[in-house]
């Protein structure tokens, strides 16, 4: 754990994002993040028999990191938030993809109001210094008043409904229902289809060519949803990278088309691993006597706990109601420990409150289990610890691992061709996009990438 701190907390990148030894004036920015995406498959494409060439023009004409370390728990809400926010989600407040709900009251609700983030964001920056904004299925912007042209990522049924909903959600008022007329009907924030990313391009490229936006973020998802479904590294996997190579070549041709000095970037949430069990952390704590239940409606319901576990994917926070109870904290580490100890339980490692938050991983959380890969938690309340996955690739495991990288990627005006960045921290990227705007994120808590002549 203390290599782990250390090697975040040591990290210095000098990045060429311009011309040496000038700054960086303010330029139009367009993000786009593909939900999932490793380093890996852009580094070995040929390797993998994968044609991206939007993607790979990338390596050669612009800059590039090799890996991005992300924060935990590496899923989608806390990066992409800390992607506009330069903080860990510690900071930030939106510490997993759903808020801690011990009774299961909120039906799978996650983070999707802005009222949640607490610090200041990339939008807000942009919004004071008087530029013009955007927002395509961005995690985390529901009721964001910072963003002009805002289409957010919210769902709650995956049906129709949800679409009266997100046209209510979006502004301008009358927005999403308006663009339908001419671009047929939009897609809830959910369906994670290679058609429904397509139907995300065409309204978000529709915006750019009407609104053209100063900054804009589009958030494309269906490379996450088949990983899931499919695994890490598959057929399946590589076919819908190149169907979204596709959609970005059109996002850029229309930022470029409306703002020719645009920089564009591509940035992920996470990588991937493949998965076969799942750990049902629930039960157990269940058959500890810690979580209570009962049967109603044949379903399972908490009505009381002491102890409770919530997903990070691939990882979990172990939560007390009295974290003072220093015998029933001993008992639950004990209890951990014994778990950890047999591999085929899974658990790779068990931090307590203090590792955690030397990462930012989980304020409030007595300790947090991370997972070996190929297990990942499981919400069962009842049955065995272990089970088969139902889904075959998963993340939210420590960030440092390579499999976990994010990537990023800028190119445009003033970028240097085929720079290598090396591995950067997630929590650098907000600040290099304030100053590709020229604006003003004093609140980042890691240094910006700056220009320099000189390697590190």
């Known amino acids: 754990m203390k ?17 040496a030894g000038s700054a960086f004036a303010r330029q139009p920015l367009l993000i786009i993040s593909i939900d999932g995406l490793p380093p890996r498959y852009v580094d070995q494409a040929e390797a993998r028999g994968l044609k991206i060439p939007r993607l790979r023009s990338f390596l050669s004409g612009g800059a590039f990191a090799e890996g991005v370390i992300g924060v935990m728990p590496t899923v989608t809400f806390p990066s992409h938030t800390t992607l506009v926010t330069g903080v860990s989600p510690a900071v930030h407040g939106i510490v997993a993809n759903t808020p801690f709900d011990p009774l299961l009251g909120n039906d799978d609700g996650w983070y999707w109001y802005a009222q949640d983030v607490r610090a200041p964001t990339l939008w807000e920056a942009a919004s ?11 995690s985390v912007t529901v009721g964001d008043r910072n963003i002009d042209t805002l289409l957010p990522e919210f769902w709650r049924r995956s049906n129709g409904e949800d679409l009266k909903l997100l046209r209510a959600l979006s502004r301008p008022e009358g927005l999403i229902a308006s663009m339908e007329k001419a671009l047929g009907p939009y897609i809830d924030g959910y369906t994670d289809t290679v058609e429904s990313d397509r139907i995300r391009t065409r309204f978000a490229v529709n915006v750019l060519q009407e609104k053209k936006p100063y900054l804009m973020g589009v958030h494309l998802i269906a490379l996450d949803g088949t990983e899931h479904r499919e695994g890490p590294d598959t057929p399946a996997a590589y076919a819908t990278l190149e169907a979204l190579d596709g959609m970005i070549g059109e996002l850029v041709d229309a930022a470029t088309a409306a703002r020719p000095d645009t920089v564009i970037a591509i940035v992920s949430d996470h990588g991937f691993f493949a998965t076969h069990t799942v750990v049902n952390l629930r039960a157990w704590l269940v058959n500890q006597g810690l979580i209570k239940t009962r049967e109603e409606a044949g379903k399972t319901q908490v009505v009381d706990w002491d102890v409770h ?25 004990d209890g951990l420990v014994l778990l950890a100890a047999d591999a085929a ?15 930012g991983a989980f304020p409030g959380a007595t300790f947090v289990v991370e997972f070996a890969p190929g297990f990942y938690f499981g919400a069962a309340l009842g049955g065995p610890l272990l089970s088969p996955a139902s889904s075959r690739g998963m993340h939210g495991y420590l960030p440092t691992h390579p499999d976990m990288h ?5 190119k445009g005006p003033g970028v240097p061709a085929g720079r290598n960045l090396g591995v950067i921290d997630m929590r650098q990227i907000a600040p290099t996009f304030a100053a590709v705007l020229d604006v003003a994120l004093p609140s980042a808590s890691e240094p910006a990438l700056t220009l320099s002549a000189q390697k590190p």
């Open 309 to 333: 576990a919530w997903s990070g994917g691939g990882s979990a926070a172990i939560f007390m109601k009295d974290p003072l109870d220093l015998k029933l904290r001993q008992r639950v580490r």
């Open 345 to 359: 339980n899974g658990i790779a490692s068990v931090l307590d409150a203090n590792q955690a938050g030397g990462i």
């Open 128 to 138: 004071k210094a008087g530029l013009s904004t955007a927002a395509l299925n961005w």
């Open 406 to 410: 994010a990537v990023f990627y800028a």
């Open 3 to 19: 290599t782990l701190i250390k090697r975040l907390s040591f990290i210095t990148l000098w990045v060429f994002l311009g011309c």
